[in-house]
């Protein structure tokens, strides 16, 4: 009896320690993950909208663009993000985990007006696009949605803030 739960023991911790490594290829050189978030159609002073990208390599950063704002507004905010070479590769094992890097999605009717975010994961010199989240159904909108939320921890919540902050101030001048 001894034997077969010494046996047993030693199995289960190889087959443990076997699952801690490296369990997928190595990521590539050009992973990035770009994620897009707005509040849908809304009057100018109250629409927010935030874009961030990680990677490729240990970077990322986030711009906040309130309200319908050109490119150069002095109302656009972006935030150079730290982002260490071990988180990025904890990211590209979750993509590879949660199949993300895939044409076919379960998609229905895509709503318009409302929120709505995207993702794009580049990989191996192939862009994925997740497709919108309003066009999503079923597990998949489970999947992408919990991914979004994987990613937007990668934020810092000083980031955040800030973005917060500035969107009041916008609305406020507005």
Known sequence: MRKI?????VLTIMLGS???GPRFK???DDFSICVSWNNGSLPPEF???YVFSIGPGPQGEFEHIPGYVDEGDPNRWVQALDISESNLEYLYDFVIRKNLLRAKWDTGQQLIG???GRVIITADGEDYRLPRLSALQGSDLSTV???MTIFRAFVPA???DEMEQRQVQYQARN
């Open 145 to 147: 949605k919990g991914a």
């Open 158 to 160: 000083k980031v955040w």
């Open 47 to 49: 629409r927010n909208e």
């Open 5 to 9: 739960i010494k046996f047993l023991l």
């Open 26 to 28: 190595k990521m590539p």
């Open 18 to 20: 076997a699952s801690c």
């Open 114 to 116: 409302g929120s709505d």
